[in-house]
C-alpha cells in the first residue's frame, strides 16, 4: 500500500481534480465561443439560461444527456458506440502531460511533446470510425474527408514542433517553458512558424475555415450526422477539448507557457497558473474569431495549403534553424 | 517488480489477442482496429522497457500515419463476403500445405541457430541508456545521427528514390479536366482580363 497505493491515490485525486477543471471551464469556454460568434453578427448569443447566458453550456449538457441515444440499425454497434469514447478519452489522456504552471503537472515525461502529437494524432480514429460505424453515405465522406485532412496537417504540425525542439533542446514540455524563460518566447524567431502552427491547428482541430468533415452545407454534419444524446455529446466535448489543448500547445511552444510577459513587478505577482490560462484563453480568442470571419476552404485548396504551402516552408524552416544553431553554436 | 509484471501481462496478453483477432476477425475493417490495438499495446511494452521514445515515435508513425492510411483503404474495399468464403474451401488443402513447408522450414533453420558468445556483452549486459544518465532520445539521436550518419543518409537516399517512383508511377495528366491555377489567377492584371463596354440601349454588343 506504501509503495504504490498512496502515490496512486494521488495520481487519481490529480486526475479528478484535472477533469473537473478542464470540463467546468470548457462549458465557459464554449459559451465564449457562441458569445463570441454572435457578437461578430451582430447578435446577442445565448442569454436566457442564467445571467448573461453563462449556464448556458450547463443546459444543454442536461439536455444532451436525458434524450434518448438512437443506434441506426444498420450500423456496426460496437464501433459507433466506440468512436465517441474514443475521441473523448484521447482528448482527455492528452492533457496529462500539459504543464499549467512551474511543476504543476500530473506526468512529467521526458517524451512529453511526442505524447501530445501521438495522441492528438490518434484523434482522427474516433471521426474515421464514427463516420464508417454509421453505415451511411454523408458520415462516410465526411470520415475519409477528416481522415485525408488531420494527415496533411499533422506532417506540418510536426516539423513545426521540430524547430522548437531543436532551439529548446528538450522533449520535455516543461523544459522547453524554461528554455524559454533563459531566452527568448519562441513566438519572436520562430514567427512564420507559430503562423503556420496556428493554422495547422485550425485544420487539426477541423475548426473553420477547414471544417470540411463537417461542411452542413454538403454533408450535413459529416461523420456526427448519426449521433446523438450522450454519443454526441461526447464528439462535442473532445472536439473542443482538442480546440483547447491545441491552445495549451501554442502557448507552451512558441508564448512561454506560465511565464509573465515581463519579469518585473505587476506581472510577476500574479501566479504561473493565471498566465497560462490567460494565454489560452486568449489563443482561444482568436480560433473564435476565425470562425466567425472566415470563410470555408475548398478541399482542393485545403489540400494545397497542406502539401504545397505549409510542408515546404516549415521543412525549409527546420533546415534553417539547424543551421544558425549550428553556425553561431546556440544548440542548448 | 509485481506491478510491472503484472504490465507487461497485461500488455502482452492483448497484443496476442489482437494479433489473432487481426487474422481472424471476419470484417477487414475489425481486422485493421485490431491491429491498432495490437500496435498501441506494443507501445505500452515498449514504455514498460524505459524506451519511451521509441513507444511515442510507434504510436505516432504506425498508428497516427500508416494504420490510418490502412483503415482508408480497407473501408473503401467494396468486398462480397460470401463470395471471399466460397474460394475458401478449394485452395484449403493448397492452404495447408503451403503452411506446413513453412513451418517445416522455420524448425530446421531454428534447431540449426546458435547464438554466439558476443551477445552476452553486446545484448545482455548492456545497460539501457536511461540508467546512464543521458535520455534515450539522445541515445537513440547519437547512434542515427552521428554514429550511422552515412547509413542514415542511404537509407534516406533510398526512400527518396522510392518516394519519386512512386509518385512518376501514379502521376498522370487527363485531358479536360478543370483545375485551378494558382500562380495564372495572382498574375492575372485587371487591364488583361476586364474590358468595360458601353452598351447603348437598344443595341447589342
Redesign the interface.
Known amino acids: 500500500m506504501t509503495d504504490y497505493g498512496w502515490p496512486f491515490l494521488w495520481i487519481v485525486g490529480q486526475s479528478l481534480a484535472l477533469m473537473i477543471v478542464l470540463l467546468v471551464s470548457l462549458a465557459f469556454l464554449l459559451l465564449a465561443d457562441r458569445k463570441i460568434w454572435a457578437a461578430v453578427q451582430l447578435r446577442r448569443g445565448p442569454n436566457v439560461v442564467g445571467a448573461f447566458g453563462l449556464l448556458q453550456s450547463f443546459a444543454d449538457f442536461l439536455k444532451f444527456v436525458f434524450k434518448e441515444a438512437l443506434i441506426p440499425s444498420s450500423a456496426n454497434k460496437a464501433v459507433y458506440l466506440l468512436a465517441p469514447l474514443i475521441t473523448f478519452t484521447l482528448a482527455m489522456a492528452a492533457w496529462v502531460v500539459v504543464p499549467v504552471a512551474d511543476g504543476w503537472v500530473i506526468a512529467d515525461i521526458n517524451v512529453g511533446i511526442l505524447y501530445l502529437f501521438a495522441i492528438s494524432s490518434l484523434g482522427v480514429y474516433g471521426i474515421i470510425m464514427g463516420g464508417w460505424a454509421s453505415n451511411s453515405k454523408y458520415p462516410f465522406l465526411g470520415g475519409l474527408r477528416s481522415a485525408a485532412q488531420m494527415v496533411s496537417y499533422e506532417v506540418s504540425i510536426g516539423f513545426v514542433i521540430v524547430t522548437v525542439l531543436l532551439t529548446a533542446g528538450t522533449l520535455n514540455l516543461s523544459g522547453i517553458v524554461r528554455a524559454q524563460e533563459e531566452s527568448i518566447w519562441y513566438f519572436i524567431p520562430h514567427f512564420p512558424m507559430f503562423v503556420v502552427f496556428f493554422i495547422s491547428a485550425l485544420a487539426e482541430t477541423n475548426r473553420p475555415p477547414f471544417d470540411l468533415p463537417e461542411a452542413e452545407s454538403e454533408l450535413v454534419a459529416g461523420y456526427q450526422v448519426e449521433y446523438s444524446s450522450t454519443p454526441y455529446l461526447l464528439f462535442m466535448i473532445g472536439e473542443y477539448l482538442n480546440i483547447v489543448l491545441m491552445c495549451a500547445m501554442t502557448t507552451i511552444l512558441f508564448l512561454g507557457g506560465w511565464l509573465p510577459p515581463l519579469d518585473v513587478a505587476p506581472f510577476n505577482w500574479l501566479p504561473g497558473q493565471f498566465w497560462f490560462a490567460f494565454k489560452v484563453i486568449a489563443i482561444f480568442f482568436m480560433f473564435a474569431m476565425v470562425k466567425a470571419m472566415v470563410p470555408r476552404y475548398r478541399y482542393d485548396q485545403l489540400m494545397r495549403l497542406g502539401w504545397k504551402v505549409f510542408l515546404p516552408l516549415s521543412l525549409a524552416w527546420v533546415v534553417i534553424t539547424a543551421a544558425v544553431l549550428q553556425y553561431f553554436d546556440l544548440a542548448r | 517488480m509485481v506491478?510491472q509484471a503484472l504490465a507487461f501481462y497485461f500488455f502482452a496478453g492483448i497484443v496476442i489477442a489482437s494479433a489473432v483477432m487481426v487474422i481472424s476477425a471476419r470484417?477487414p475493417?475489425?481486422s485493421v482496429?485490431f491491429l491498432?490495438l495490437a500496435f498501441f499495446n506494443s507501445a505500452g511494452l515498449f514504455v514498460l522497457q524505459g524506451a519511451?521514445?521509441l513507444a511515442?515515435?510507434l504510436?505516432?508513425v504506425y498508428?497516427?500515419?500508416v494504420a490510418?492510411?490502412f483503415?482508408?483503404v480497407v473501408?473503401?474495399l467494396d468486398i462480397n463476403f460470401t463470395e471471399l468464403r466460397q474460394g475458401f474451401r478449394d485452395n484449403l488443402h493448397w492452404g495447408i500445405a503451403v503452411g506446413l513447408l513453412l513451418i517445416v522450414e522455420l524448425v530446421i533453420f531454428l534447431a540449426s541457430w546458435q547464438f554466439s558468445g558476443a551477445i552476452e556483452e553486446t545484448v545482455v549486459a548492456k545497460q539501457p541508456p536511461v540508467e546512464s544518465g543521458i535520455?534515450?532520445?539522445e541515445a537513440l539521436g547519437q547512434i542515427i545521427y552521428t554514429k550511422y550518419v552515412y547509413f542514415f543518409q542511404a537509407a534516406g537516399i533510398v526512400l527518396l528514390i522510392a518516394m519519386i517512383g512512386a509518385i512518376v508511377l501514379t502521376l498522370r495528366q487527363r485531358e479536360g479536366v478543370k483545375k485551378?491555377n494558382?500562380g495564372a489567377q495572382v498574375n492575372r492584371s485587371v487591364k488583361e482580363s476586364v474590358e468595360l463596354v458601353d452598351i447603348k440601349p437598344g443595341q447589342g454588343l
Open positions: 506491478l470484417n475493417v475489425h482496429l491498432i519511451e521514445l511515442m515515435t504510436v505516432i498508428v497516427g500515419a490510418v492510411l483503415l482508408f473501408m473503401m535520455t534515450n532520445a485551378q494558382i
